[in-house]
């Protein structure tokens, strides 16, 4: 069993829905969550970080962690074609030098006129 | 700006070669980090060091190697042992010490065997 479980998609929205993306985890010591969007053939970028349960909102996007259930989404407002792209979660344990992130593997997602 | 350069954005390989994928950062972080980027199987760790003249193992490294001579830059060579080296080769680098734990990323290196 992975360590971070992602649905792969890959997911199909019309304009302006809102969007939920997911992941779950096993290890319990995980303390910090991230989201990161990566567009085709590009790195991915550094959407969302949060390391409380609960939720964090930033513009149109909101990041939920629970960590009683092991379980982290991200939702998307009135989503735009510009949204289309590939969602990985990612999450660390927090330690006194560097640290390692766990991936998911990925959320497809397209956002349609 | 600040942020990580790789290059080239494209490489082809033949059976056989070795071949180095550059990455440089001027943000000053002090760790840096490989991963290899395959359809439906996420990112996986090649290698990574936090701090210069040092580097470990990830999940992946055989048939990898690195060097960390500088912080600045943290170079990966694709040997001719590495049985399956197409893929996008990813680049990142973090500085925990500031309290931010996720990574910058680089635009990547797509790898192909010819």
């Known amino acids: 069993q992975k360590e971070v479980e992602q649905d792969p998609g890959p997911l199909s929205v019309p304009e302006g829905a809102i969007v939920s993306l997911n992941c779950t985890y096993s290890?319990?010591?995980?303390?910090?969550f991230m989201w990161y969007r990566q567009y085709s053939r590009k790195g991915p970028e550094l959407l969302m970080y949060?390391?409380?349960?609960g939720n964090k909102e930033d513009g149109r996007f909101t990041a939920q962690v629970d960590k009683s259930s092991k379980y982290i989404s991200l939702f998307i407002r009135d989503s735009q074609p510009s949204d289309s792209a590939t969602y990985l979660c990612?999450?660390?344990?927090?330690?006194?030098?560097?640290?390692?992130?766990?991936f998911g593997t990925g959320t497809q997602l397209k956002v349609e006129l | 700006d600040g942020g990580i350069t790789q290059s080239p954005k494209y490489l082809f390989r033949k059976e056989g070669q070795n071949v180095t994928l550059s990455c440089e950062q001027n943000?000053?972080?002090?760790?840096m980090y490989w991963y290899r980027q395959d359809p439906g199987q996420g990112l996986r760790l090649i290698y990574y060091?936090?701090?210069?003249?040092?580097?470990q193992k990830g999940d992946i490294a055989e048939g990898y190697s690195v060097s960390r001579e500088k912080k600045e830059s943290f170079p990966l060579t694709v040997t001719s042992a590495q049985k399956n080296p197409t893929a996008f080769y990813l680049c990142?680098?973090?500085?925990?010490?500031?309290?931010?734990?996720?990574?910058?990323f680089g635009s990547g290196t797509r790898l192909t065997v010819v």
């Open positions: 949060t390391y409380s349960s």
């Open positions: 990142a680098s973090s500085m925990p010490g500031r309290g931010n734990y996720g990574y910058t």
């Open positions: 943000l000053n972080h002090d760790a």
């Open positions: 290890n319990s010591a995980f303390q910090y």
């Open positions: 060091s936090q701090i210069v003249n040092d580097f």
């Open positions: 990612a999450m660390t344990i927090l330690t006194g030098g560097g640290n390692k992130l766990t």
